[in-house]
């Protein structure tokens, strides 16, 4: 016959006190590489983290000195990246002669001396001449008739 306090534990009041589990850990805040401290606490007081600096961060972020800088994710006082310059074209030139930076064919803005270049067999002479007096280094008509590639500065 089968022991009823145990098949009846919830009815009994005699069910096991269930494990506790660890409470789930979570991670810092972040604004892309700009992260929460995982240490900061007000004053040392454990639950005024930066997840409790959050939630009035227009009030808590200026309470204490270091907090805008333990918790900038939160506070959004991330520092700014400061941008890189991209590469900038130079002039073709073969010595001291050089393709125009201005040249255009037609007034048209990607039709310059590197435009030129893609097609130079061509296109050096098209245009009344006129590539081969801009575009000097790419169609090979500067004093030393040599035909350069283009590169960066």
Same mark, same amino acid.
């Given at each position: 016959?089968?022991?009823? /306090?145990?098949?009846?534990? /919830?009815? #009994?009041?005699?069910?096991?006190? +269930?494990? +506790?589990? /660890? ?8 604004? &892309?590489? #700009?992260?929460?401290?995982? !240490?900061?606490?007000?004053?040392? @007081?454990? $639950? ?5 600096? *959050?939630?009035?961060?227009? @009030? ?7 907090? *805008?800088?333990?918790?900038?994710? !939160?506070? %959004? ?13 130079? +002039?073709? #030139? ?7 930076? !201005?040249?255009?064919?037609? %007034?048209?803005? $990607?039709?310059?001396? *590197? ?26 008509? #500067?004093?030393? &008739?040599?035909? $350069? =590639?283009? %590169? =960066?500065?």
């Amino acid at each position: 016959e089968p022991d009823t /306090a145990e098949e009846c534990q /919830a009815s #009994c009041g005699t069910c096991p006190t +269930p494990v +506790p589990t /660890a409470a789930p850990t979570v991670g810092p805040v972040c604004d &892309g590489e #700009c992260c929460d401290s995982m !240490s900061y606490r007000k004053n040392g @007081i454990d $639950h005024k983290d930066c997840a409790w600096v *959050a939630k009035k961060p227009d @009030i808590r972020c200026d309470v204490e000195p270091d907090t *805008a800088e333990e918790c900038q994710a !939160s506070c %959004g006082t991330c520092p700014t990246p400061v941008p890189t310059a991209a590469p900038t074209v130079g +002039p073709v #030139c073969d010595g001291e002669c050089c393709d125009s930076m !201005s040249y255009r064919k037609n %007034g048209i803005d $990607h039709k310059d001396c *590197a435009w030129v270049a893609e097609d130079s067999d061509k296109r050096c002479e098209q245009d009344e001449e006129k590539p081969k007096e801009e575009c000097r280094a790419t169609c090979g008509t #500067c004093p030393t &008739g040599r035909r $350069h =590639l283009r %590169g =960066l500065v």
